[in-house]
């Protein structure tokens, strides 16, 4: 994760940002805190942090940095100039701990995290408002791992963290209107239980939340989600992240998840750190 100290709305890349919203300094570093509370104290996570940025207000979405995989760091090539400047605090991190930074072909985007999840060992990755199609085929060679990719369609959910979330190797949420049909067809094809969550619920980022085991946490305020969530046995985590959906992000995109360094090889496994 990364501290807001740098974080605000400096430009418009996407539906949500608007220049004329900025976000409140205070009630954005509470907001963060309560969510690395909740991580570190309530589920006892190991939260590494990286150090804020003058000029880079989106660090703080660290899950767009890349995929990290035990011991290697795939690092992401953004879409927007704005974010594109953030790579290299990115990689000087990783690098420092002794990862192997990798990266994609030129003119290929990939936004890393915001737009691969695993469900078991295979790879969903989204494409077309961000990254490309292409950065999949690039990413399953190097990984040597099954990619399923998914298109992306409404400019609101422009990350596939945004509308879909691996719950464990069984069961993912999503929201069936940020997808085409063949989308949706995939999602039900592959994803054993998929569960689909509301409009209101989706618009308040709920597909955007941290799995760590059995628990989740979530934006506040999503009532049928937690309802729901609770009955498939999981406990839902309420969090308030309204100043960072000005920006278009929320408790996932806060954070990236970055295995142990690799001790066997054995693959990570969703949502069990
Ligand atoms: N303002 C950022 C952007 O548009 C928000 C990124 C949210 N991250 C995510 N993984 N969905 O790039």
Redo the contacts with the bound molecule.
């Keep these: 994760m990364c501290p807001p100290d740098f974080y605000g709305i400096e430009y418009e890349?996407?539906p949500w940002?608007d220049l004329r919203r900025p976000a409140d300094p205070a009630r954005a570093r509470a907001q963060w805190r309560a969510l690395y509370e909740v991580l570190t104290k309530t589920l006892g996570v190991r939260v590494e942090l990286l150090s804020p940025v003058k000029g880079l207000p989106?660090l703080v979405?660290t899950?767009?940095a890349g995929l990290v995989v035990p011991g290697r760091f795939i690092a992401s090539r953004f879409l927007h100039p704005e974010?594109q400047k953030e790579q290299p605090t990115y990689d000087a991190w990783f690098r420092a701990r002794g990862y192997a930074i990798e990266t994609l072909p030129e003119g290929t985007c990939f936004e890393g995290e915001?737009d691969a999840l695993w469900l078991g060992e295979t790879l969903f990755a989204g494409y077309r408002i961000r990254s490309d199609i292409g950065s999949h085929q690039a990413v399953a060679a190097m990984l040597g791992c099954e990619v399923l990719s998914l298109e992306l369609v409404d400019p609101r959910f422009y990350?596939l963290?945004?509308c879909f979330c691996p719950l464990d190797d069984r069961r993912a949420l999503y929201y069936p209107p940020a997808f085409d049909d063949y989308g949706r067809r995939v999602i039900r094809e592959f994803v054993p239980e998929p569960i689909a969550v509301a409009d209101v619920d989706a618009l308040r980022f709920a597909c955007?939340a941290v799995v760590v085991g059995r628990d989740i946490v979530v934006q506040s305020g999503c009532a049928a989600l937690e309802k729901t969530l609770r009955d498939q046995g999981f406990t839902p985590h309420p969090v308030d992240l309204s100043e960072f959906h000005k920006?278009?992000?929320s408790a996932?995109?806060l954070t990236l998840w970055v295995p142990p360094p690799p001790r066997s090889t054995s693959r990570r496994s969703v949502g069990a750190p």
């Design positions: 890349i996407n940002m989106d979405f899950a767009n974010r915001g990350h963290d945004t955007n920006a278009g992000g996932k995109c």
